[in-house]
């Protein structure tokens, strides 16, 4: 049913990211799909990396290690925005179609009052894409 799953993370709250990465990799087991985890940096340094090489680095590792824990064949797409809050939709929905993606899988979190005036990333994508999008509430 899928081929190509991406997985969009945030480095910064990876823990948070375990529901959503235990789902797609479910799926993608079933269906022997490769799954892409996508995250987004700034060229400045951050507590997760000091440039956007280390940061690349990182994100790898990271996909490494889902691909030892969870038995599933992963990619690395990391993306370098000089505003990444500003533009991180439209980087999101580029992605998903440089990766020519059949699936998003993202996490979320449950909608609060600000979700009535601002959609969260994940609404946002699933409300403004041609792709399918599987949203994950965290815990």
């Known amino acids: 049913m899928f081929e190509r799953i991406m997985v969009p993370v945030d480095l910064h709250h990876a ?36 440039n956007p090489e280390a940061f690349a680095e990182v994100l790898r590792d990271f996909a490494d290690r889902q691909a030892r824990a969870h038995g599933m064949a992963t990619g690395a797409h990391p993306i370098t925005s000089h505003d990444p809050r500003a533009e991180i939709d439209d980087l999101l929905a580029r992605a998903a179609t440089d990766l020519d993606a059949d699936l998003v899988v993202m996490a979320t979190h449950a909608p609060g009052i600000a979700e009535y005036v601002w959609p969260s990333h994940g609404g946002r994508l699933a409300s403004h894409s041609d792709r399918s999008v599987l949203l994950v509430r965290g815990e």
Not at 30 to 50: E, I, N, W, Y
């Open 15 to 50: 823990a948070a990211m375990e529901k959503a990465v235990s789902a797609a990799a479910t799926m993608a087991k079933a269906d022997g799909a490769t799954v892409t985890f996508v995250s987004v940096t700034a060229p400045q340094p951050s507590d997760v990396a000091a």
